[in-house]
């Protein structure tokens, strides 16, 4: 299975992104975000990556070029503006091919079991599979955006994106910013337009009755949308490795 490793955000709310030139290429114990994730990913047995860039595209094309990542294929889509999680999914959809396929947000780190996502993506025959978190068992970083409310079953009932990280009702999980999609996604987004996963497509999904399911399966999902969650997520991972 091939992942799409997001990356082409700019990361306003983080002066340290700015300072390093994109959020992904911000230092968390020795190795910037993306260094990783891409050594995650390969853990996990994933051998093809796709990367979108737009924000600080020469730095981490020069740092791709520098570390090669023993043996990992990695094809870059590059956009012109950010055009949105969805947006960037896209554009990239030749490179993706037409099998299912693993989307990862860039600016997380996580331990999510990629394998139990794919098991339960397949079994469910679904269009889209979530990575959720209860944040009250799972180490996060502190960004609790992306409300999740899931049936017994694992079929995704509603989905609210939010980001003034008011506490979740205990109802309700937490997007991971990982899934699994199946090809069908690509008709769903809008060609060149700015379009997001959270904001557009799980809603429109939902509205149709298409099949969304989501799965608990990580024990730390960190983010580091801001310098408060940086600093914690900088904490927490130092004591994870």
């Not at 290429?25 to 051998?47: A, D, T």
């Not at 990629?114 to 959720?132: D, E, F, P, Y």
């Not at 003034?164 to 809008?190: C, H, L, M, T, W």
Request: charged content about 25%; some cysteine.
């Amino acid at each position: 299975m091939k992942a799409m490793l997001l990356a082409a955000g700019e990361g306003s709310r983080l002066p340290q992104a700015r300072r390093c030139g994109s959020k992904v290429m911000v230092p968390v114990k020795g190795k910037s975000i993306l260094e990783w994730n891409l050594l995650y990913l390969k853990k996990s047995g994933i051998r093809e990556v796709v990367i979108n860039l737009c924000t600080g595209k020469d730095k981490i094309l020069a740092f791709l070029k520098k570390r090669k990542f023993l043996g990992l294929r990695v094809s870059i889509s590059t956009e012109n503006s950010p055009l949105g999680t969805a947006g960037g999914i896209k554009k990239a959809q030749k490179l993706l091919g037409e099998n299912d396929f693993l989307v990862l947000y860039g600016d997380n780190l996580c331990d999510f079991d990629i394998a139990k996502l794919q098991h339960a993506h397949r079994k469910n025959k679904a269009v889209g599979t979530l990575g959720v978190f209860n944040p009250v068992k799972t180490k996060h970083g502190g960004i609790l955006a992306g409300l999740v409310r899931v049936s017994p079953q694992g079929r995704v009932e509603s989905f609210l994106e939010k980001r003034n990280n008011q506490k979740p009702d205990s109802a309700r999980y937490i997007n991971a910013g990982i899934a699994v999609f199946s090809p069908e996604i690509f008709g769903s987004i809008p060609r060149d337009r700015v379009c997001d996963l959270a904001r557009d497509i799980f809603p429109e999904w939902l509205r149709k009755g298409r099949r969304l399911f989501a799965i608990e399966g990580a024990t730390y999902v960190l983010a580091s949308d801001t310098p408060e969650a940086l600093k914690r997520t900088r904490r927490l991972y130092s004591g994870i490795l």
